[in-house]
T-cell receptor, first 113, second 110 residues
Framework: ETGVTQSPTHLIKTRGQQVTLRCSSQSGHNTVSWYQQALGQGPQFIFQYYREEENGRGNFPPRFSGLQFPNYSSELNVNALELDDSALYLC????????????FGSGTRLTVV | RKEVEQDPGPFNVPEGATVAFNCTYSNSASQSFFWYRQDCRKEPKLLMSVYSSGNEDGRFTAQLNRASQYISLLIRDSKLSDSATYLCVVTLNRDDKIIFGKGTRLHILP
């Protein structure tokens, strides 16, 4: 059984650019959620996808968007990057919208310069 | 009031001691509760779910108090390896939001 994998592990982008982060869910999981974690803070919920549809969203602007594919893998897209978008981006997968908790990937460290 | 609040600590506790910390939540419609553990520069890992009847897993006991809107985590006979940040998680199934606390840092001292 493979766990949650994220790519890339590290990324440096320039302010104003766009970025796509990828996540492969754990085998058998149909729900993926994305989080932004700044240093010294808890993860902030961005959104969740269940069976290819967004079914929950946190307080993030529309320039944060996502997709879930038929194999339940997912992408997080961020447009018009700002310096404050620099953070660790975590993906987590679960069964049935997280009823039994979430399994996290090791994250993508995004630096915006 | 913040949606989920935790004492950031750090809690500095001698090895073998018992330590407990709480997490309060503001939305009475919250439905699912979890404790996660996060080591420095690592991803969060599920420690345990928290059920209304309370639950225990080895040295760890979690409790939910719906009336006062808090959950607790008790660690008995603490080990050096218990040093980590403990994150409280609350989910609002009505609008599918997942809310993490900022975490409580625990240092177990030899």
């Amino acid at each position: 059984e493979t766990g949650v994998t994220q790519s890339p592990t590290h990324l440096i982008k320039t302010r104003g650019q766009q970025v796509t982060l990828r996540c492969s869910s754990q085998s058998g999981h149909n729900t993926v959620s994305w989080y932004q974690q700044a240093l010294g803070q808890g993860p902030q919920f961005i959104f969740q996808y269940y069976r290819e549809e967004e079914n929950g969203r946190g307080n993030f602007p529309p320039r944060f968007s996502g997709l879930q594919f038929p194999n339940y893998s997912s992408e997080l897209n961020v447009n018009a990057l700002e310096l404050d978008d620099s953070a660790l981006y975590l993906c987590a997968s679960s069964l049935a919208r997280g009823v039994d908790g979430y399994t996290f990937g090791s994250g993508t460290r995004l630096t915006v310069v | 009031r913040k949606e989920v609040e935790q004492d950031p600590g750090p809690f500095n506790v001698p090895e073998g001691a018992t330590v407990a910390f709480n997490c309060t939540y503001s939305n009475s419609a919250s439905q699912s509760f979890f404790w996660y553990r996060q080591d420095c520069r690592k991803e969060p890992k599920l420690l345990m779910s928290v059920y209304s009847s309370g639950n225990e897993d080895g040295r760890f006991t979690a409790q939910l108090n719906r009336a006062s809107q808090y959950i607790s985590l008790l660690i008995r006979d603490s080990k050096l390896s218990d040093s980590a940040t403990y994150l409280c998680v609350v989910t609002l199934n009505r609008d599918d939001k997942i809310i993490f606390g900022k975490g409580t840092r625990l240092h177990i001292l030899p």
